[in-house]
Antibody, heavy 124, light 111 residues
């Protein structure tokens, strides 16, 4: 069964740090482009960032609100994706989902498999 | 303010047909980028419903269909059912922002 399981969420004070993990199973993780998408309470979805597979360069891209504060990494030996979040702000409070990109028909890249998410609350 | 604009809410009776619009610009939907749609049932993670403007992943009923024209896209749901009550999001890529972008979401209520 294809599965993504996030962990590491919790309560952190503004300015603090937190590292999220996403454990993958049921598919070839090292070939996958992985993303983090977040959803603030009662709000819509917001793309956070992406890491390519190592064979495609392993490069990362980030949304403007988190660039310079968040870092995505991966450990293919552990089938695990990470999100290191530093200098956290109250507006970073959200459920954080990890999700894979699947390229359908060789041309359409969509967020296909989603984890259940982990809640991050930034508050004093 | 989302880059892609959706109506905040819609409603319909069981068996009816509803359409959810998604309006973008020349740097996203109006460019070469496809539109994808996601369904988020209450308290759950999003689920891919339509990819590449009009294609359904395996297992998605054919009651759901997507289309794209110019700088807009639409998701149509026919034969509305109670279990369709959910939030729906469109998504594309924006070349100006170099970022994947989502619509603000549409809350569909089945009366």
């Amino acid at each position: 069964e294809v599965q993504l399981v996030e962990s590491g969420g919790g309560l952190v004070e503004p300015g603090g740090s937190l590292r999220l993990s996403c454990a993958a199973s049921g598919f070839t993780f090292n070939n996958a482009w992985m993303n983090w998408v977040r959803q603030a309470p009662g709000k819509g979805l917001e793309w956070v960032g992406r890491i390519k597979s190592r064979t495609d360069g392993g490069t990362t891209d980030y949304a403007a609100p988190v660039k310079g504060r968040f870092t995505i990494s991966r450990d293919d030996s552990k089938n695990t994706l990470y999100l290191q979040m530093n200098s956290l702000k109250t507006e970073d409070t959200a459920v954080y989902y990890c999700t894979t990109i699947t390229v359908f028909e060789g041309r359409y890249d969509a967020f296909h498999i989603w984890g259940r998410g982990t809640m991050v609350t930034v508050s004093s | 303010q989302s880059v892609l604009t959706q109506p905040p809410s819609l409603s319909g009776a069981p068996g009816q047909w509803v359409t959810i619009s998604c309006t973008g610009s020349s740097s996203n939907i109006g460019a070469v980028y496809a539109v994808h749609w996601y369904q988020q049932l209450p308290g759950t993670a999003p689920k891919l419903l339509v990819y590449g403007n009009s294609n359904r992943p395996s297992g998605v009923p054919d009651r759901f269909s997507g289309s794209k024209s110019g700088t807009s896209a639409s998701l149509a749901i026919t034969g509305l059912q109670a279990e369709d009550e959910a939030d729906y999001y469109c998504q594309s890529y924006d070349s100006s922002l170099s970022s994947w972008v989502f619509g603000g979401g549409t809350k569909l209520t089945v009366l």
